[in-house]
């Protein structure tokens, strides 16, 4: 049998961008595993990506274009042409915009692909060019975008690879092993060489239990926390006072907002022992280099854009910068903020005024008028699945009147609600360019094998029907490549990333891959300093920058479910491979005072849903806190609905965020 091996990469929603070796025998892809390409990588990858073959070749794969043949959420589907999907969808299209308006079509899209080709190319040219509604997307990261940005003007982080640098690790709800794997090995090297490891996290995660300090804070209340330590830095003259005057604005202003939080009231509010909080401060003030990965947990409720500027506040505080494995890690894309995505688009104007929050999807397609959704295109999502309030999503996706086309890969809970079903290639099937939000890097990869089925990219669908809608224009980027070169083009060092790609198959910054913060890369506010209080974000939050906001738990619904990444799915990516039931996880105290025993059955409810499924005893969960992995798919619980049918679909203080960890439950046996 002929065995090639061909080198790809990974643009799934995941920081650390592996690159990979693809095995291709007979035309199919029969095993997937790591390179060194990028560095991080360092020759493997996570079993879900090992798994990828099962993804592109099991029985949920949409193999080619349907229409529905039934009732909506009939799940009655009759296969059809390309030329007769795309003809029906154009036609939806035209005629919604011609009775409706452009504004009439929404589309809908996130973290199916963070390749350049899949998001914000071709697809937005054609909705720009529509006038569609624009589509905030604020499902994940809007919140922590936001501080980073205000604070540091989005200043690239430490790189992941430099943690084995660090005295001191700060780990603030974030979960790499699960959700980025790689940084497990520099951690280990650091602590091989004595560092320090601090875990704030609800949960006793694996990396908890390895901890010299597990903050186990109640959700939500990483800002009183933060606050605290600030109010203690200042307070005990463990502050850099003469780092602060030359490259800080706004410290005084933050400090009058911690000045109330003392570590006893913050440990209160966060429930946690206060000789913790005070033994975590002393360890941060007296630790060089000292590190804060600040992941994505502490932006998933109602204080999530404040919590996260008062983490990342931390070290200018306390004066961690300037040295290798000292500073903060956020989200590592802007360090790519020099490519222009605009560029692949060929249309940088924007036609629509109505901007729909991607976290009222439910709301969008239920309430909104003058004009209503009458289209909705989903692709690189699953919204079913990953969108707050699920029963308003599941109402809005049954409307008669409204044309849904899902575009994907596989048959997912949303593509089953559709009217349109188009097969979309997968990312070994398709050529892409995409950067990391964690390991620093960019990768080009072209397709390892043949489309299967009749499935197409992004890039030629939304080519298509720009085409087929008239819209399109001489000098529009239409190959993959007339895409990446115009992406490069944009670049003001787009000619050294394509050397530098064609030649090792992967570029880095030009500051590099291990950049020091405030010696290779600096603040990129308006000031040029780091702004402790920027206006802009003290006017949005609504109770003001660093404004706390109470645990919103009522009688009724007393315990918080915490839905966060699990090591099966990324985010509902790979649903279909997860294998039964999966159960609701409870402490053992909470499980105990409602008489519910491991393996239960049990509903857990809300005013908003109800979702039915096992229940399961788990000590390292915090009492008062439950929790139901996120990305589970209907076919995993009892009653079809899933954590997103309890999760609020309010907003977050900054950056139009998504609560989910806000949700607040009660949980009863059944029968
Ligand atoms: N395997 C896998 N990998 C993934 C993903 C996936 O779904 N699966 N998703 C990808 C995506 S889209 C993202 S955004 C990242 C997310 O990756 P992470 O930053 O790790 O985010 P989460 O898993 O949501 O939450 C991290 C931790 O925060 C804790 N937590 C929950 N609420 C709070 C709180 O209020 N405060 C604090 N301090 N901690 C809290 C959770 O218990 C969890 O252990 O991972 C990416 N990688
Ligand atoms: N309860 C709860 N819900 C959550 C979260 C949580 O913490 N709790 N976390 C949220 C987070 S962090 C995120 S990022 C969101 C993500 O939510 P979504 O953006 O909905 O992401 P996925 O669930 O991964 O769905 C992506 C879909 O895109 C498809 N896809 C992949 N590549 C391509 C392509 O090239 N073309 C097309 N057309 N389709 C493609 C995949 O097959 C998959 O079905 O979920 C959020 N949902
Ligand atoms: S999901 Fe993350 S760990 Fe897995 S292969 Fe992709 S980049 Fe690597
Ligand atoms: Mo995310």
């Not at 529509?130 to 205000?150: E, I, Q």
């Not at 709800?173 to 609800?202: E, Y």
Request: hydrophobic share 45%; aromatic share 6%.
């Amino acid at each position: 049998m002929l065995t090639e091996t061909r080198h790809s990469m990974c643009p799934l929603d995941c920081p650390d961008a592996c690159s990979l070796e693809v095995k291709v025998e007979e035309g199919r892809v029969a095993s997937v595993a790591g390179s060194n390409v990028n560095p991080l990588t360092d020759g493997f990858i996570c079993s879900k990506v090992r798994r990828f073959p099962d993804h592109m070749y099991g029985p949920d794969r949409v193999l080619q274009p349907a229409v529905r043949d039934g009732d909506k959420g009939s799940g009655a589907f009759r296969p059809v042409g390309w030329d007769e999907a795309l003809d029906r969808v154009a036609a939806a299209m035209a005629a919604a915009s011609a009775t409706f308006g452009g504004e009439s079509i929404l589309p809908f899209c996130y973290g199916g692909s963070n390749g350049y080709l899949t998001q914000d190319a071709a697809d937005a040219r054609l909705f720009r060019r529509l006038g569609a509604s624009r589509l905030l997307r604020t499902v994940c990261a809007a919140p922590t975008g936001a501080a980073a940005d205000g604070v540091y003007g989005k200043m690239p982080g430490v790189a992941l690879t430099d943690y084995e640098h660090a005295r001191l690790i700060v780990m603030w709800g974030c979960n790499p092993t699960v959700s980025g794997i790689h940084l497990g090995p520099p951690i280990a090297r650091a602590r091989r060489q004595g560092a320090k490891l601090v875990v704030v996290d609800p949960r006793r995660t694996r990396m908890a239990r390895e901890a010299d300090l597990h903050i186990a804070l109640r959700p939500g209340t990483d800002l009183p926390l933060a606050l605290a330590i600030i109010n203690w830095l200042f307070e005990t003259g463990h502050a850099d006072a003469d780092f602060l005057a030359a490259h800080a604005l706004g410290a005084d202003a933050l400090r009058a907002r911690a000045a109330g939080w003392t570590l006893a009231r913050a440990a209160a509010e966060a429930d946690v022992p206060v000789a913790d909080v005070e033994a975590f401060a002393r360890l941060y003030a007296s630790s060089t280099p000292a590190v804060i990965r600040c992941g994505w947990g502490p932006e998933r409720n109602r204080n999530a854009g404040s919590a996260v500027a008062a983490i990342l506040a931390l070290p200018a505080v306390a004066g961690k910068f300037g040295v290798r494995g000292g500073g903060y890690t956020m989200s590592n894309s802007p360090a790519w903020r020099d490519i222009d995505t605009s560029a692949a688009a060929a249309t940088p104007e924007i036609l629509s005024a109505r901007a729909v929050n991607m976290n009222q999807l439910g709301a969008a397609l239920t309430e909104l008028d003058a004009p209503p959704v009458k289209l909705l295109f989903v692709y690189n999502a699953n919204p079913v699945a990953t969108i707050p309030n699920q029963r308003k999503v599941r109402a809005g996706l049954a409307r008669a009147d409204l044309f849904t086309v899902v575009f994907d890969a596989v048959w997912t809970d949303t593509a089953r609600l559709a009217d349109v079903v188009l097969p979309a290639t997968t990312f070994l099937e398709h050529t892409e360019l995409a950067r990391g939000y964690g390991a620093y890097v960019l990768q080009e990869a072209r397709p390892v094998v043949k489309p299967v089925g009749e499935a197409r990219s992004n890039n030629a669908v939304f080519g298509e029907l720009v085409r087929r809608l008239g819209l399109a224009r001489a000098g529009d980027p239409e190959s993959e490549d007339a895409v990446i070169d115009a992406l490069l083009a944009s670049a003001s060092d787009g000619p050294r990333l394509r050397a530098d790609i064609a030649r090792d198959g992967r570029a880095f910054p030009a500051f590099g891959p291990t950049p020091v913060q405030m010696v290779h890369v600096f603040p990129r506010t308006p000031s040029g300093k780091i702004d402790l209080f920027p206006a802009a974000l003290d006017q949005a939050a609504p109770a003001g920058l660093y404004g706390y906001r109470p645990d919103p738990a009522t009688a009724a619904a007393p315990l918080a479910l915490i839905s966060p990444a699990s090591g099966r799915t990324i985010s509902s990516t790979f649903g279909q491979l997860v294998a039964g039931p999966v159960p609701l996880e409870l402490s053992p105290d909470d499980a105990r005072v409602r008489g519910i025993a491991e393996g239960d059955r049990v509903r857990v409810f809300n005013t908003l849903g109800e979702v039915h499924c096992r229940a399961s005893i788990n000590a390292d969960l915090r009492g008062g806190v439950a929790m139901l992995p996120k990305g589970l798919w209907s076919r995993h619980t009892d009653n079809g609905a899933t954590a997103n049918a309890l999760c609020p679909d309010t907003l977050t203080d900054l950056g139009g965020g998504a609560c989910f960890n806000d949700a607040r439950v009660e949980v009863e046996r059944i029968g």
